[in-house]
């Protein structure tokens, strides 16, 4: 007796029915348009592009030039590959163009299927990007499909791995680009670690179609792509200054208990000059000079781990390495280290080993890459079990696309043995059985160590076979094509070959290709080509006749959509074939969800070696512990995705004002606000708001005040003054920093000064973000053990993760104030030609092109002015405080012309 739902479905059809039965009118139309787009002339047919481009410029919807545009990609296939669009082939191209999934068996043409809604949305101008799952399948769409583009006017890029920025920047200029998830995710990473915009390579999103949808969105989500670069190796940098730190005295330095921090006095940093040139490791001048920049960093760490870190009560030294101490619950924090190279400055202290880290500088997973696109779509041969997370996570409904025609292929009932060798020598038996009646087999494994174990049964039978070897792709692509030759067995993992069909009696054209590639004479080509089609015809004819491909799978997958996808190899455009699952007690699958059970119920009903047990009711049994095990994996990636959603906020963030920042003229404004925000900050820390003069820290205001502004403010005489109040101490301190600001910008000039602004805004948010990652990456290790206090992780991640990228931005203000205040330009003598990279300089390595964006910028600023005269300053541009004067006197610069300067 039939249910409700099914007989309501057998009486209305199901939803996916009604959805496809909508597309009904528009297929109608584009039928019925066909013979007045079939009278154009070629350059008629190529000038709709255009004619296309310019309705949408007027406002024309996309949707209003759909039927048009997609009889005239149709005629364009015909005349350019001889393929015309079914009826199917078109519902699927608007399923695409709306943003949903298309689900289509293997071999109804998905690649064909996306030129109806690449062309559609791509003719506007704004690009479109199509996804490939490897290199080979991006590189043999591009020219195959980007055939019919080209005819109709539009240009056609590709993105492989190898290429530089010009390359890539010329392929994504492209109306149609095609290239995989890994290369379109890592260039949009490596975009947002420019320094230009001119240097960036991706232009805005628009659309893209994902082809093998749930394999980029489902089954490569699960691992966020990430840009790391090994730190520097600086462990001798740190040893050795490390060995000079101890040389300084107590008037060399000047500390804060309380606000943890130690600076290096005027006296101090003489000394420490004199000690670092003595060492070779400043070139002369001045310690802020801006090629000192990284030393001057090493230095106050190493600063930092000898005056204010105490060994067994900040940190403790266990098993050769340096742990943290929690300052709160007095326990050992295994894992954790001191960003920044703090840490490294402690192991150099301790004299234990440095331990160079891999910094994560970029990351991003699949789920909110994808995102970014304003539309997405996707194809693949199965979406439909993956349904509710597509919905949920990417907004994606899937449309299940009849066939062109119906299916022939048989699928057999699973046979269940008690062990993996009844299993085993029941495929052989299967295979040898397919090999007499000349039908191919294709093996689906789920590892490469099965396929091996398997591949050796076969050769001890002396059964000739193929292994696919998905190192290769090219590879890949022949072995699958010809694995419907008569009698041919191929094993493969259930993942491999995806994009290339299976052709009964093999692939003619690759076959062609392949047998004629050395023959210049055209026409042996053509008679060799003539001969072989006729033999593979036959054969197909032969291999229809002993009943199609076989697909035998091994063993069931944890995900009922890999099992799908192998059985989808056979019976592809209404071919003849058959597919069966061979499992043991003994299968992972099996193992998981109940086999002792099960085997000794067999046992019991006396199930002899080497007999199976078959019926529907053990398929539906299996179809449910694999729906246990899709919805676990779903609510596991759900879970990672929350917490990726926090870091995404935050990237979003960073990313858009990185990009404002390069696209900005000038940001003094920007510097400007953010060091009055930090007078205001060093202000109340040190005086509070409303509280009385007895409470105010006006040693630690003056400290810090000079630690970042590198200006001695005179707190002292201020206070003085009867009533003085914290808001006039603010003023003046404020008009001070003013005051230094403009005498440095006055003597860098406005064009090398709104330089300097710009990069050293956009290295230091580079650099602070860097260890925020890091941070986020230790909090989400650790934040899932306060479940055990009854604390939501995902709230305690969310608050947390907020607040460091709120200090993180205070850091940004502070740093970027700091090194505006400290750092120096030379203008006196260009650099020599072989002048190796100065240490500490801002510097951006492009990861592709391993170019420095900055060598243009140093050119500028380094660039010979106008001749110097001893007697005239105007003529000696920024010259370095502990440099000799130019005036000729013998002495340094400070303490003669840069006094009077100064007074």
Same mark, same amino acid.
């Given at each position: 007796?039939?249910?409700?739902?099914?007989?309501?479905k057998r009486?209305?059809?199901?939803?996916?029915? *009604?959805?496809?039965?909508?597309?009904?009118?528009?297929?109608?139309?584009?039928?019925?348009?066909?013979?007045?787009?079939?009278?154009?002339s070629?350059?008629?047919?190529?000038?709709?592009?255009?004619?296309?481009?310019?309705?949408?410029?007027d406002?024309?919807?996309?949707?209003?030039?759909?039927?048009?545009?997609f009889?005239?990609?149709?005629?364009?296939a015909?005349?350019?590959?001889g393929?015309?669009?079914?009826?199917?082939?078109?519902?699927?191209?608007?399923?695409?163009?709306?943003?949903?999934i298309?689900?289509m068996?293997?071999g109804?043409?998905?690649?064909?299927?996306?030129?109806?809604?690449?062309?559609?949305?791509?003719?506007?101008?704004?690009?479109?990007?199509v996804?490939?799952?490897?290199?080979?399948?991006?590189?043999?769409?591009?020219?195959?499909?980007?055939?019919?583009?080209k005819?109709?006017?539009?240009?056609v890029?590709?993105i492989?791995?190898?290429?530089?920025?010009d390359?890539? *920047?010329?392929?994504?200029?492209?109306?149609i680009?095609?290239?995989?998830?890994?290369?379109?995710g890592?260039?949009y990473?490596r975009?947002?670690?420019?320094?230009s915009l001119?240097?960036?390579?991706?232009r805005?999103?628009?659309?893209?179609?994902?082809?093998?949808?749930d394999?980029?969105?489902?089954?490569?989500?699960?691992?966020p792509?990430?840009?790391?670069?090994?730190?520097?190796d600086?462990?001798?940098?740190?040893?050795?200054?490390d060995?000079y730190?101890?040389d300084?005295?107590?008037?060399d330095i000047?500390?804060?208990?309380?606000?943890?921090?130690?600076v290096?006095?005027?006296?101090?940093?003489?000394?420490?000059?004199?000690?670092?040139?003595k060492a070779?490791l400043?070139?002369g001048?001045?310690?802020y000079?801006i090629?000192?920049?990284s030393?001057?960093?090493h230095v106050?760490?190493?600063?930092?781990?000898?005056?204010?870190?105490?060994?067994?009560?900040?940190?403790?030294?266990?098993d050769?390495?340096?742990?943290?101490?929690?300052?709160?619950?007095?326990?050992m924090?295994?894992?954790?280290?001191?960003?920044?190279?703090?840490?490294?400055?402690?192991?150099?202290?301790?004299?234990?080993?440095?331990?160079?880290?891999?910094?994560?500088l970029?990351?991003?997973t699949?789920?909110?890459?994808?995102?970014?696109?304003?539309?997405l779509s996707g194809?693949?041969?199965?979406?439909?079990?993956?349904a509710?997370?597509?919905?949920?996570?990417y907004?994606?409904?899937?449309?299940?696309?009849?066939?062109n025609?119906?299916?022939?292929r048989?699928?057999?009932?699973?046979?269940?043995y008690?062990?993996?060798?009844?299993k085993?020598?029941?495929i052989?038996?299967?295979?040898?059985?397919?090999t007499?009646?000349?039908?191919?087999?294709?093996?689906?494994?789920?590892?490469?160590?099965?396929?091996?174990?398997l591949?050796?049964?076969l050769?001890?039978r002396?059964?000739?076979?193929?292994?696919l070897?998905?190192?290769?792709?090219?590879?890949?692509?022949?072995?699958?094509?010809?694995?419907?030759?008569a009698?041919?067995?191929?094993?493969?993992?259930?993942?491999?070959g995806?994009?290339t069909?299976?052709?009964?009696?093999?692939?003619?054209?690759m076959?062609?290709?392949?047998?004629?590639?050395?023959?210049?004479?055209?026409?042996?080509?053509?008679?060799?080509?003539?001969?072989?089609?006729?033999?593979?015809?036959?054969?197909?004819?032969?291999?229809?006749a002993?009943?199609?491909?076989y697909?035998i799978?091994?063993?069931?997958?944890?995900?009922?959509?890999?099992?799908?996808?192998?059985?989808?190899?056979?019976?592809r455009?209404g071919?003849?074939?058959?597919?069966?699952?061979y499992?043991?007690?003994?299968?992972d699958l099996?193992?998981?969800?109940?086999?002792?059970?099960?085997?000794s119920m067999l046992?019991?009903l006396?199930l002899?070696d080497?007999?199976?047990?078959?019926?529907?009711?053990?398929?539906?049994?299996?179809?449910?512990?694999?729906m246990?095990v899709?919805?676990?994996?779903?609510?596991?990636?759900?879970?990672?995705?929350?917490?990726?959603?926090v870091?995404?906020?935050?990237?979003?963030a960073?990313?858009?004002?990185?990009?404002?920042?390069?696209?900005?003229?000038?940001?003094?404004?920007?510097?400007?606000?953010?060091?009055?925000?930090?007078?205001?900050?060093?202000?109340?820390?040190h005086?509070?708001?409303?509280?009385?003069?007895e409470?105010?820290?006006t040693?630690?205001?003056?400290?810090?005040?000079?630690?970042?502004?590198?200006i001695?403010?005179p707190?002292?005489?201020?206070?003085?003054?009867?009533?003085?109040?914290?808001?006039?101490?603010?003023d003046?301190?404020?008009?001070?920093?003013d005051?230094?600001?403009?005498?440095?910008?006055?003597?860098?000039?406005?064009?090398?000064?709104?330089?300097?602004?710009k990069?050293m805004?956009?290295?230091?948010?580079?650099?602070q973000?860097?260890?925020?990652?890091?941070?986020?990456?230790h909090?989400r290790?650790?934040?899932?053990?306060r479940?055990y206090?009854?604390?939501?992780?995902?709230?305690?991640?969310?608050?947390?993760?907020f607040?460091?990228?709120?200090?993180?931005?205070?850091?940004v203000?502070?740093?970027?104030?700091l090194?505006?205040?400290?750092?120096?330009l030379?203008?006196?003598?260009?650099?020599?030609?072989?002048?190796?990279?100065?240490?500490?300089?801002?510097?951006?390595?492009?990861?592709?092109?391993?170019e420095?964006e900055?060598?243009a910028a140093?050119?500028?600023?380094?660039?010979?002015?106008?001749?110097k005269?001893?007697?005239?300053?105007t003529?000696?541009?920024?010259?370095?405080?502990?440099a000799?004067?130019?005036?000729g006197?013998?002495k340094?610069?400070?303490?003669?012309?840069?006094?009077?300067a100064?007074?």
């Open positions: 007796m039939l249910g409700l739902g099914n007989f309501a009486l209305f059809g199901s939803a996916n029915d *009604r959805v496809v039965k909508g597309y009904a009118s528009r297929v109608e139309a584009i039928n019925d348009l066909e013979p007045q787009i079939k009278a154009l070629d350059d008629q047919l190529r000038g709709k592009s255009a004619e296309f481009r310019k309705r949408i410029d406002g024309t919807p996309l949707d209003s030039l759909l039927v048009e545009a009889a005239v990609v149709r005629e364009a015909w005349r350019v590959l393929q015309r669009h079914f009826d199917v082939q078109l519902i699927g191209g608007m399923v695409l163009h709306e943003g949903g298309a689900e068996r293997t109804e043409g998905k690649t064909l299927v996306s030129t109806l809604a690449t062309y559609l949305n791509a003719v506007g101008g704004k690009g479109v990007h996804v490939t799952v490897n290199d080979y399948l991006a590189s043999r769409d591009s020219k195959w499909m980007g055939q019919i583009f005819f109709l006017g539009l240009d890029g590709c492989v791995h190898g290429l530089d920025d390359e890539r *920047r010329y392929a994504y200029s492209c109306d680009t095609y290239g995989t998830n890994n290369e379109f890592f260039d990473l975009d947002n670690m420019k320094f001119d240097a960036m390579v991706q805005p999103f628009n659309f893209a179609i994902v082809d093998e949808v394999s980029i969105l489902v089954d490569e989500a699960r691992t792509l990430i840009i790391s670069g090994p730190t520097e600086n462990s001798e940098l740190y040893r050795t200054i060995l730190i101890g300084l005295t107590e008037e000047e500390k804060d208990e309380k606000a943890k921090t130690v290096l006095t005027e006296v101090g940093t003489e000394h420490m000059e004199q000690i670092l040139t070779g400043i070139e001048g001045s310690l000079d090629e000192n920049v030393i001057v960093h106050n760490q190493a600063l930092r781990a000898h005056k204010m870190f105490t060994r067994d009560v900040d940190y403790i030294v266990n050769d390495k340096v742990i943290i101490i929690d300052e709160f619950t007095g326990r924090m295994e894992g954790r280290r001191f960003s920044e190279g703090l840490h490294q400055a402690l192991e150099a202290k301790e004299h234990v080993r440095i331990q160079n880290e891999n910094q994560t970029a990351s991003i699949f789920q909110n890459y994808f995102r970014l696109y304003p539309k194809m693949t041969g199965t979406a439909s079990t993956e509710a997370e597509f919905a949920d996570i907004r994606l409904n899937v449309v299940e696309i009849p066939t025609l119906p299916v022939q048989i699928d057999e009932n699973d046979e269940v008690r062990t993996e060798r009844e085993h020598d029941a052989i038996k299967q295979i040898e059985e397919c007499k009646r000349d039908q191919p087999v294709l093996v689906g494994t789920v590892s490469i160590e099965k396929s091996e174990l591949a050796s049964l050769k001890k002396n059964i000739a076979h193929n292994v070897n998905a190192r290769y792709h090219e590879q890949e692509a022949y072995i699958i094509a010809q694995a419907g030759r009698a041919g067995v191929t094993i493969a993992t259930n993942m491999a995806r994009g069909d299976i052709q009964l009696g093999g692939n003619i054209e076959r062609i290709a392949a047998e004629t590639a050395d023959i210049a004479d055209e026409a042996e080509r053509k008679r060799l080509a003539d001969a072989i089609t006729a033999e593979m015809m036959e054969e197909r004819a032969r291999v229809k002993a009943g199609g491909l697909v799978g091994t063993e069931r997958h944890e995900s009922r959509r890999i099992d799908n996808q192998l059985r989808g190899r056979s019976g455009q071919d003849p074939g058959h597919s069966k699952f499992l043991s007690l003994e299968d099996m193992r998981i969800f109940g086999s002792e059970r099960m085997d046992v019991r006396g002899e080497g007999e199976a047990i078959t019926h529907p009711w053990i398929n539906k049994a299996l179809e449910k512990a694999q246990k899709e919805a676990r994996n779903f609510d596991i990636r759900k879970n990672l995705l929350k917490y990726d959603d870091m995404n906020d935050q990237r979003k960073i990313y858009e004002q990185r990009r404002e920042l390069m696209e900005a003229e000038d940001v003094s404004d920007t510097i400007t606000d953010m060091r009055e925000d930090v007078v205001q900050n060093i202000l109340q820390e005086i509070p708001p409303r509280s009385f003069v409470q105010w820290d040693d630690g205001l003056r400290v810090e005040f000079h630690r970042v502004f590198n001695e403010p707190i002292a005489e201020w206070l003085k003054e009867d009533g003085i109040s914290e808001i006039e101490i603010g003046r301190l404020q008009k001070l920093v005051a230094y600001m403009a005498e440095r910008a006055e003597r860098f000039g406005p064009k090398a000064m709104n330089w300097l602004e990069n805004l956009l290295q230091t948010v580079d650099s973000w860097k260890d925020h990652l890091l941070q986020l990456d909090l290790q650790t934040v899932s053990l479940a206090g009854q604390r939501d992780p995902l709230n305690e991640y969310k608050s947390e993760a607040e460091m990228f709120e200090a993180m931005m205070g850091r203000r502070t740093e970027t104030t090194l505006m205040s400290h750092v120096e030379r203008f006196d003598d260009p650099p020599p030609a072989d002048l190796r990279q100065p240490r500490g300089e801002p510097t951006h390595i492009d990861p592709v092109t391993g420095n900055f060598d140093r050119e500028m600023l380094t660039a010979p002015g106008r001749p005269d001893a007697g005239d300053p003529t000696w541009g920024r010259v370095s405080r502990n000799p004067c130019p005036c006197s013998g340094k610069y400070k303490h003669c012309h840069g006094a009077l100064n007074a």
